[in-house]
Each structure stands twice: as structure tokens, then as C-alpha cells.
Nanobody
Framework: QVQLVESGGGLVQAGGSLRLSCAAS??????MGWYRQAPGKQRELVAA???????NYADSVKGRFTISRDNAKNTVYLQMNSLKPEDTGVYYC?????????????WGQGTQVTVSS
């Protein structure tokens, strides 16, 4: 059974930092990443990474967020610095075959990130 278990969300003031983790079990994934969904908005890709280390970031988080992974632990991390109120939302871990197609793969349960101004 495939599971993606997220941790690390919470409440932080603007300018602060948070680190999200997502541990996958039951299968090895080439592509892993994070989506987020703010109230009333569509779910959007935040960052993704392949097992080979290729990354993809949303323009809105470039220079502030860093995605990394530990292939031995089948775990992906999202280091979020200089957080802004507009970063608020539910962050979902996602995993699949490629960055382009992983939305059709597996999802975590989501973790809330709230950035206060």
C-alpha cells in the first residue's frame, strides 16, 4: 500500500521559515513534489524534484523555497524561507513517474501552512 505522510506545517509570522517533510512508503517514485491550495483557489505546483535531482519551482517561490530529497529514505523536503502571507494554504505532497504527470499519481493528506502578517 502506497502512503505519503507529511509533516512540518504550522503557523509562522511573515519572514519566518518552515520545513515540510514527506515520507513515501510502498513504492519508489522518480518524481516527488509539493502542491498547495489556498482558499478559493486552484491547487498549484510549488516545487518538484526527480530522483536524479532535477528541480522545478513556481515563479512565486524561486529564491525563497528549496526542495530536496533523500532517495535512501524515499523522503522529500521543502525548506520555506522568507514566508509571505500569500504562501498560506494546504500543502500536499505528490509523487509519480515524472514531474509533468505526477498529478495523476499519489497524494498525501495535506498539511496546513499559515503565514500571518
Amino acid at each position: 500500500q502506497v502512503q505519503l505522510v507529511e509533516s512540518g506545517g504550522g503557523l509562522v509570522q511573515a519572514g519566518g521559515s518552515l520545513r515540510l517533510s514527506c515520507a513515501a512508503s510502498g513504492r519508489i517514485f522518480n518524481a516527488m513534489g509539493w502542491y498547495r491550495q489556498a482558499p478559493g483557489k486552484q491547487r498549484e505546483l510549488v516545487a518538484a524534484i526527480t530522483s536524479g535531482g532535477s528541480t522545478n519551482y513556481a515563479d512565486s517561490v524561486k529564491g525563497r523555497f528549496t526542495i530536496s530529497r533523500d532517495n535512501a529514505k524515499n523522503t522529500v523536503y521543502l525548506q520555506m524561507n522568507s514566508l509571505k502571507p500569500e504562501d498560506t494554504g494546504v500543502y500536499y505532497c505528490n509523487a509519480g513517474l515524472t514531474i509533468a504527470t505526477m498529478r495523476m499519481g499519489y497524494w498525501g493528506q495535506g498539511t496546513q501552512v499559515t503565514v500571518s502578517s
